[in-house]
Structures are given as structure tokens and as C-alpha cells.
């Protein structure tokens, strides 16, 4: 019995996670088409196209901690912390954020 309510804590969690940030990024990726940016390339670096310009940004960390995927580049912005789990996605988010985390999922970098 014990088992199974840490599965059931452990998948709400995942589903309460997938929710909170899932869609807010779907909603800023709808905004961005509207206003004819849309994003190129994958892994660690996101490049940004606009249409109006032409203008290409390289190796720009973006200020919100939630927008970086990489633990080095979440490591060089002081108000960043790097979170690890073992159920869901490694992720970077604010210090703020990372204090209200619950410990048993997330481990966060000092």
C-alpha cells in the first residue's frame, strides 16, 4: 500500500509539473507566431528569427531561468539555481522558485 501512494504522489506531481509549465510555454510559442518570431535549432542554444529584419541572435542567455536548458549556462545567472530529479527533467528555475520545490522531487545546485 505504501507503494502505490508514492507512485500516486509521485505521478501528480509529474502531472502538476507537465501542466504548470507546459502550458505557458505553448501559449508563448502562439504569441511569438503572431508576431512572426519563431525559434531555430535545438539543444542548449536557441536562436531566434525575425521575420521583419532577418535579424539571427547567437548565444544569448535569456533572463527567465525557466527558459534555460543547460545547467552551465543556468550556473552563470546569479539568480538562477539548477534542479535535478530523478522523476521528471532536470531544470533551471529562480532561487525563489527552487525554495518552494518539494525536496523529495527536486535536488537543487547551492
Excluded at 525575425?50 to 545547467?71: F, L
Aim: aromatic residues 8%; positive net charge.
Amino acid at each position: 500500500m505504501e507503494i502505490n501512494s508514492r507512485i500516486y504522489i509521485l505521478f501528480s506531481l509529474l502531472l502538476l509539473s507537465m501542466c504548470y509549465h507546459g502550458f505557458p510555454s505553448l501559449a508563448a510559442a502562439e504569441g511569438n507566431k503572431k508576431l512572426g518570431i519563431s525559434s531555430v535549432g535545438s539543444g542548449s542554444v536557441r536562436t531566434l528569427l525575425i521575420s521583419g529584419g532577418g535579424v539571427r541572435r547567437k548565444h544569448q542567455i535569456p533572463n527567465n531561468c525557466t527558459e534555460i536548458v543547460s545547467k552551465s549556462h543556468c550556473s552563470q545567472n546569479t539568480k538562477c539555481k539548477w534542479c535535478r530529479s530523478d522523476v521528471v527533467d532536470d531544470m533551471c528555475f529562480s532561487s525563489l522558485e527552487s525554495w518552494r520545490l518539494p525536496q523529495q522531487v527536486f535536488f537543487c545546485d547551492q
